[in-house]
């Protein structure tokens, strides 16, 4: 199993340009998240998504769409990029049979700067 | 609302010496679980270990040892005999059944360098 992927790795755009940010997992995970991680923040969950077809808004949404049409794919949209969403993006996914709570494993990480 | 508090923003040892990482948390859930993860300069985050709050068992793995006091709301981790290759961030965090969305509430993370 290649586990969670995420590309591309490295991205640099301009303000108000859109780009859509991949994660796919190949472990049937039933439960995808996508987390940015700021200097001194943690780590703060933008969306989820608890199975196809079904997303959620985490703590930070803004300015961020996600879909989630397949089991394997959820990605994670920027429709007017900004600034502010200079960050380090994560996907996580978790796979649903060790119970209610499941342990999220997180992909390698998009490192996406905007002018 | 559920926290995590990691006090320590960086530390500094040297190699061979033993270094405990301190994480205390806060949440008003009976049911919740407490992690662990490693992020080396590489960037990855590599998941160490999850413990539920019904489990005060002390865990160890190799070099890693968790110390998790339910009376002091600490999730501690302690490397022994610490090594170059320790050098990381490390995160703890926290997440409960009670919630919709199982997120995981991060603490800021502790940097570790391990001095040759």
């Known amino acids: 199993n290649a586990g969670v992927t995420q590309t591309p790795k490295f991205q640099v755009l301009k303000t108000g340009q859109s780009m859509t940010l991949q994660c796919a997992q190949d472990?049937?995970?039933?439960?995808m998240s996508w987390y940015r991680q700021d200097p001194g923040m943690g780590l703060r969950l933008i969306h989820y998504?608890?199975?196809?077809?079904?997303?959620d808004q985490g703590e930070v949404p803004n300015g961020y769409n996600v879909s989630r049409s397949t089991t394997e794919d959820f990605p994670l949209r920027l429709l007017s990029a900004a600034p502010s969403q200079t960050s380090v993006y994560f996907c996580?996914?978790?796979?649903?049979?060790?119970?209610?709570?499941?342990?999220?494993?997180f992909g390698p990480g998009t490192r996406l700067l905007v002018l | 609302a559920q926290k995590v508090t990691q006090a320590q923003t960086e530390i500094s040892v040297v190699e061979k010496e033993d270094v405990t990482l301190d994480c205390v948390y806060e949440?008003?859930?009976?049911?919740?679980?407490l992690f662990w993860y490693k992020q080396p300069p590489s960037g990855e985050l590599v998941f160490l270990i999850r413990?539920?709050?019904?489990?005060?068992q002390n865990e160890i793995s190799g070099r890693y040892s968790w110390n998790f006091q339910k009376s002091t709301s600490s999730f501690n981790f302690t490397i022994t005999a610490s090594q170059v290759v320790d050098s990381a961030v490390y995160f703890c965090?926290?997440?409960?059944?009670?919630?919709?969305?199982?997120?995981?509430?991060f603490g800021k993370g502790t940097l570790l360098t391990v001095n040759p």
């Open positions: 949440t008003r859930d009976t049911t919740y679980y």
């Open positions: 965090a926290l997440t409960s059944s009670g919630g919709s969305n199982y997120k995981l509430t």
């Open positions: 996580a996914s978790s796979y649903s049979t060790e119970g209610p709570v499941w342990t999220q494993y």
């Open positions: 413990r539920n709050s019904f489990d005060e």
């Open positions: 998504s608890v199975g196809a077809g079904i997303t």
């Open positions: 472990m049937n995970h039933e439960y």
